[in-house]
T-cell receptor, first 117, second 114 residues
Framework: DTGVSQNPRHKITKRGQNVTFRCDPISEHNRFYWYRQTLGQGPEFLTYFQNEAQLEKSRLLSDRFSAERPKGSFSTLEIQRTEQGDSAMYLC???????????????FGPGTRLTVL | AQKITQTQPGMFVQEKEAVTLDCTYDTSDPSYGLFWYKQPSSGEMIFLIYQGSYDQQNATEGRYSLNFQKARKSANLVISASQLGDSAMYFCAMSAHAGNQFYFGTGTSLTVIP
């Protein structure tokens, strides 16, 4: 169990540029989540995958955001035409196949801190 | 509508004493899960304890216990014998909608005083 990993850990970009983050879940986990956390707040749910299927998307996930999980393995989160309001910590989490998703414990990665100048 | 409420932005506790961090929740789902996570200054989210909506007994994990009062929709975290390393942000969270959505509170900053 190597834990959940995220790359890069920090990203600084200029407004209007596109950025992509990668997250590698714990290998046997089939459920996958992306969150955004701004300073002083709790994580905000963005989207949820079970295997490669994206089952839930928050209203926070505007059309500039897209998440993929090809072949149910790693996941990417792309933000197009970044805005200063996108500056935040982006966290991913994975969980194993339990009897139902609401009982699963999510294990989080260290996060990618995005700064949009 | 806010799903998880943590009303204590900051708490202080003397080392070796117990502390209770409050959490109330709101959901119409009969099945849900309640979680507590710790986030030290380094930023990683560390799972502490889980309580299912149908669990009859309060969850315990070492020095952590969850005071689950279903009728009052509260899920308070109790940390016994506080240690300096317990100083961190603590988040209450809930899974709902068959686990497809997950909600966090705004957190409580705990400081353990030597």
């Amino acid at each position: 169990d190597t834990g959940v990993s995220q790359n890069p850990r920090h990203k600084i970009t200029k407004r209007g540029q596109n950025v992509t983050f990668r997250c590698d879940p714990i290998s046997e986990h089939n459920r996958f989540y992306w969150y955004r956390q701004t300073l002083g707040q709790g994580p905000e749910f963005l989207t949820y995958f079970q295997n490669e299927a994206q089952l839930e998307k928050s209203r926070l996930l505007s059309d500039r955001f897209s998440a993929e999980r090809p072949k149910g393995s790693f996941s990417t989160l792309e933000i197009q035409r970044t805005e200063q309001g996108d500056s935040a910590m982006y966290l991913c989490a994975s969980s194993s196949t339990g009897t139902s998703a609401f009982t699963d414990t999510q294990y989080f990665g260290p996060g990618t801190r995005l700064t949009v100048l | 509508a806010q799903k998880i409420t943590q009303t204590q932005p900051g708490m202080f506790v003397q080392e070796k004493e117990a502390v209770t961090l409050d959490c109330t929740y709101d959901t119409s789902d009969p099945s849900y899960g309640l979680f507590w996570y710790k986030q030290p200054s380094s930023g990683e989210m560390i799972f502490l304890i889980y309580q299912g909506s149908y669990d009859q007994q309060n969850a315990t994990e070492g020095r952590y216990s969850l005071n689950f009062q279903k009728a009052r929709k509260s899920a308070n975290l109790v940390i016994s014998a506080s240690q300096l390393g317990d100083s961190a942000m603590y988040f209450c969270a809930m899974s709902a909608h068959a686990g497809n959505q997950f909600y966090f509170g705004t957190g409580t900053s705990l400081t353990v005083i030597p």
